[in-house]
């Protein structure tokens, strides 16, 4: 088990940038994949990005490739998502996950997950 925050959220424009970071505390953060998924306002939540243990493969939803992009520092315990060119339909609440094994398109294959940091992408 292991702790995750999210940070970096905010308020920007059409066709702006935000980096997203979270930040794990605990154990073993460098054995797992991480993942990334959002929860719209009357949304289920959806699958963003995903990265494996060593930050050699990468899987992102039809709707943010070209645009995202997801990496990890496990020196640091941290794993990032640079979001470019966002959209109003990009708004919503964005939550860190661990993987613990499986399809990491699924929600139920995570097993810890951070508080969440709000997005919000103005018209």
């Known amino acids: 088990q292991v702790q995750l925050v999210e940070s970096g959220g905010g308020l920007v424009q059409h066709g702006g940038s935000l980096r997203l970071s979270c930040a794990a505390s605990?154990?073993?953060?460098?054995?797992?994949?991480m993942g990334w998924f959002r929860q719209a306002p009357g949304n289920e939540r959806e699958f963003v990005a995903a990265i494996d243990w060593s930050g050699s493969s990468t899987y992102y939803a039809d709707s943010v490739k070209g645009r995202f992009t997801i990496s990890r520092d496990n020196a640091k315990n941290t794993v990032y998502l640079q979001m470019n060119s966002l959209k109003p339909e990009d708004t919503a609440v964005y939550y860190c996950a661990r993987n613990t094994g499986g399809s990491v398109y699924r929600s139920v294959r995570y097993d810890s997950w951070g508080p969440g940091t709000q997005v919000t992408v103005s018209s």
């Open positions: 605990g154990r073993t953060f460098s054995s797992y994949a």
